[in-house]
């Protein structure tokens, strides 16, 4: 079992920044690759970015792309989400994932364990 826990959600202006954490607990965090979510009200939970065990290899979605950086401190069983340039459109709860795969898993269902997410709040 690996339990998560984000933080640093809140309320922010349009491009503004926000940096996410997700603190792990439990089996051995770097022996699982990460991920952050994301899900607005009335919609799909939304693939955001995705980290390598290792760190060394990242993957974001084209929405994010240039705007959001994932990153993993493996000494601190943390998973960081840097969200810059921030828009309205970005308002959502927020998840970290962990999964066992070694692929970049993009769908919720590829992922073992949740957070309970945090709310970011992006206004215009």
């Known amino acids: 079992q690996v339990q998560l826990v984000e933080s640093g959600g809140g309320l922010v202006q349009a491009g503004g920044s926000l940096r996410l954490s997700c603190a792990a607990s439990?089996?051995?965090?770097?022996?699982?690759?990460m991920g952050w979510f994301r899900q607005a009200p009335g919609k799909e939970r939304e693939f955001v970015a995705y980290?390598?065990?290792?760190?060394?290899?990242?993957y974001s979605a084209d929405s994010v792309k240039g705007r959001f950086t994932i990153s993993r401190d493996n000494a601190k069983n943390t998973v960081y989400l840097q969200m810059n340039s921030l828009k309205p459109e970005d308002t959502a709860v927020y998840y970290c994932?962990?999964?066992?795969?070694?692929?970049?898993?993009?769908?919720?269902?590829?992922?073992?364990?949740w957070g309970q997410g945090t709310q970011v709040t992006v206004s215009s």
């Open positions: 439990g089996r051995t965090f770097s022996g699982y690759a």
């Open positions: 980290i390598s065990r290792s760190g060394g290899n990242t």
């Open positions: 994932a962990a999964t066992s795969k070694y692929y970049i898993p993009r769908a919720p269902n590829e992922y073992l364990y």
